[in-house]
């Protein structure tokens, strides 16, 4: 391993910008701490080169200002305890994303590398730190234990990828697992399962099956046991096998490409919507391409629905960029919590999401409740975003009527090869069934049959009414989830 050592303390007044291996351009910071982008001449020329974000495009030589400090900030983890962590071990700002990636930014999401001039003799070459499954199962182990530890056990091994989940990002060469470093890249996302949401890692891997059997793009993932440690292996999209090289290819979030701050991720808190990004599509690719974006953008939506996938935020939606063409990325991190709901208003153990609070990520015709969402809030969703209101009802209902017979083809295959213990096995089977419950629900909903949460009141209770939602709920045979935040 010859990488050199991080300079601590010491952050280099620019850092070279890479794309696919190739100089793009140098991010700099002054000493007023302003940071700036500026593309190589020769290589904003080309006709073939691929921005940086769509909000950064070649057509300006430099960039500064809140576009590209969104840009870099979503690099980086949304989880300030390892931004705290990282900081400290490079003795720099937790708030400044130009002094971390000076670190950590040598393998990130897309086809983007930040370099140290002290980097650019070694990087260039790369290579690959082998690790037995038992380095990898101690390395998920600690993860799990501590989900801030995003540590490489090598130095050069550092990446940076979004998300609060703990994760590492490895190479596997269909052999063993390597920590890569320089030029070569991660090829898979590993995740230990959180430690409250009981097998999560099943549940996420069933998830992107689910979405893979009903024809939407989504990134493919196993559940494995590495050195004793259970963990989803999910391969990455944005790298490619060309000859015996493994290239680089570009994606960008979308909180990225609307120039949004990771912090506002969620639309709750000022994030983007669904007809914003539906009005994102339409501008960035040509009208066919757009369509065909902004059907699959739908089907994902009507998932996170019947799943009751209630992370689904800007950030767990992406754009692949290459030279001009700009498409929608495969999808990812879809977590269902369908398993963890509970009843329960107060007093839940952390691995618990109360029905009463349930909401979507992004609202659906204004309406984010799991349990609110009807044929009206589609339609409004539809007129939000200018689209006619029997293509979004059409594409809505295909998705809710499909989705039992996928999960049925799932679990069933997942079921007999044979690799689930016992647990697993009861687990799988449990979900199945809330998975076709739920999109009973969902159906009637479209139906305009329900469910309905009654208002709440504050009058005394009409005896032998439900005394309150979840008891109406259970009587109604509805059923909603929730998660405050994150459930993945
Ligand atoms: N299969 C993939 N290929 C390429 N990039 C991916 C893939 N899956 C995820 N990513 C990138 O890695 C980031 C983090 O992954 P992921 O969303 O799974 O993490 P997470 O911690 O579970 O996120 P969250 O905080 O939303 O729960 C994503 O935002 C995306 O940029
Ligand atoms: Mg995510």
Redesign the pocket.
């Known amino acids: 391993m010859t990488t050199s050592q991080p300079q601590r303390g010491r952050t280099p007044s620019q850092l070279r910008v890479l794309m696919s291996g190739q100089p793009a351009g140098w991010l700099r910071r002054d000493e007023q701490g302003r940071v700036s982008l500026r593309y190589d001449t020769a290589y904003a020329s080309s006709r073939t080169a691929t921005p940086l974000s769509i909000k950064l495009p070649l057509t300006e030589e430099e960039h500064r200002g809140r576009p590209l400090l969104a840009w870099l900030a979503n690099l980086l983890?949304?989880?300030d305890r390892v931004l705290a962590r990282w900081a400290a071990k490079y003795q720099v700002s937790a708030g400044s994303p130009y002094a971390l990636l000076a670190h950590v930014g040598a393998d990130c999401?897309?086809a983007v590398q930040f370099l140290r001039e002290d980097q650019l003799e070694q990087v260039p070459q790369g290579g690959l730190t082998p690790l037995t499954d038992a380095e990898v199962g101690d390395l998920l182990r600690a993860l799990a234990a501590d989900p801030a530890a995003w540590t490489p056990l090598h130095e050069g091994g550092q990446f940076s990828?979004?998300?609060?989940?703990?994760?590492v990002a490895l190479h596997w060469d269909g052999q063993r697992w390597s920590e890569p470093w320089g030029r070569e890249p991660s090829t898979?996302?590993l995740?230990p399962p959180m430690p409250s949401l009981a097998y999560q890692e099943i549940n996420?891997h069933l998830c992107l099956r689910i979405a893979r059997h009903l024809d939407l793009p989504a990134?493919?993932?196993q559940v494995r046991t590495i050195g004793g440690q259970q963990v989803i292996a999910?391969?990455?999209?944005?790298?490619i096998r060309a000859g015996d090289q493994l290239l680089r290819l570009h994606?960008?979030?979308l909180c990225q490409a609307l120039g949004v701050m990771p912090a506002n991720?969620y639309q709750a808190e000022g994030g983007p919507g669904a007809a914003d990004i539906v009005s994102l599509l339409r501008r960035v690719m040509p009208a066919t391409y757009a369509e065909a974006a902004i059907g699959t953008f739908l089907d994902a939506l009507a998932l996170s629905w019947v799943l009751a996938a209630t992370?689904a935020?800007a950030?767990?939606y992406?754009l692949l960029l290459s030279g001009p063409a700009v498409r929608l990325?495969?999808l990812?991190?879809i977590?269902s919590v369908l398993p963890y709901l509970t009843a329960t208003r107060r007093g839940m153990s952390p691995g618990q999401v109360s029905t009463h609070s349930a909401r979507l990520a992004m609202s659906i015709g204004g309406k984010a409740r799991l349990d609110e969402l009807d044929r009206t809030a589609w339609a409004s969703l539809a007129t939000a975003s200018r689209l006619p209101e029997s293509t979004v009802l059409d594409r809505v209902t295909a998705v809710v009527e499909a989705v039992p017979a996928a999960a049925q083809a799932v679990l069933d295959e997942e079921g007999t090869a044979g690799q689930l213990t016992v647990d697993q096995q009861a687990f799988v089977e449990q979900f199945h069934q809330q998975i076709d419950r739920r999109a009973g629900l969902c159906r009637n909903a479209l139906l305009g049959r329900g469910p309905r949460v009654p208002r709440r009141t504050r009058r005394a209770p009409t005896p032998g009414a439900p005394r309150d939602d979840t008891q109406a709920m259970r009587s109604s045979g509805a059923e909603s989830a929730s998660s405050d935040r994150?459930?993945?």
Do not use: C, F, W
């Not at 990828?161 to 994760?167: D, E, F, V």
């Not at 999910?234 to 790298?239: A, F, I, L, N, S």
């Open positions: 983890p949304d989880n999401a897309g990828l979004a998300g609060a989940q703990a994760k898979h996302i995740k996420e990134a493919s993932s999910v391969e990455r999209y944005d790298r994606q960008e979030d991720k992370d935020h950030k767990n992406s990325a495969p990812y991190d977590n994150n459930t993945a």
